[in-house]
């Protein structure tokens, strides 16, 4: 279907409220909140529209979430240049981290339990989610690109258990500059 420059913006515009607004009902009620039926209602159009945008329905508009979600993640992570000092580069990407967990829980979760089809871990993950990975690897270092990629694998999983347990009121919130330290210490090369 060919569309006007003006015509092509409006169905952007339209997508990107879409999955703001996904967001919004699932920060404010959980995502079981979050259907069609709710989505055309809160925008203002009608369920074969929004279907127009999302063939794949609930579960299509889940996935945009949750590659948004890891581009809003990225974004508040990006380490500092290769010449900077690895320690404070690390500290920030784990603070980062999981001061967004904290901020977006529903987004969070949608990003690490859903199931989507966003691939994970192969060669047609999203560039936005290999680009958030990238960042995790650079802060972690490593001897070689395994050592990288499990290193930060390791890190990744630390962060998500530590964003789970603060998220369920299982930390000490006042802890949580000690334990960003403790974790960044841990990935610390002597």
Request: net charge negative; glycine share 6%.
């Amino acid at each position: 279907m060919v569309r006007t420059a003006q015509e092509a913006e409006r169905f952007r515009d339209r997508e990107l409220r879409i999955v703001t607004t996904a967001r919004e009902i699932a920060e404010a009620d959980g995502w079981p909140a979050v259907t069609v039926r709710r989505l055309s209602d809160a925008i203002g159009v009608s369920q074969p529209i929004l279907y127009r945008h999302f063939p794949g329905g609930r579960d299509e508009i889940v996935a945009r979430v949750v590659v948004q979600g890891y581009a809003d993640l990225a974004d508040v992570m990006r380490s500092p240049g290769p010449d900077d000092d690895p320690g404070p580069a690390l500290t920030r990407v784990i603070s980062a981290y999981l001061r967004f967990a904290r901020a977006h829980p529903a987004a969070y979760e949608a990003m690490s339990t859903a199931h989507t089809s966003v691939a994970f871990a192969s060669s047609d993950t999203p560039a936005t989610l290999r680009e958030g990975f990238a960042m995790l690897e650079r802060a972690v270092g490593g001897e070689d690109e395994r050592d990288r990629a499990v290193r930060a694998e390791l890190l990744w999983s630390l962060l998500h258990g530590a964003s789970q347990f603060a998220a369920h009121d299982r930390l000490d919130p006042a802890l949580d500059d000690v334990r960003e330290d403790a974790i960044a210490k841990l990935f610390l090369r002597s």
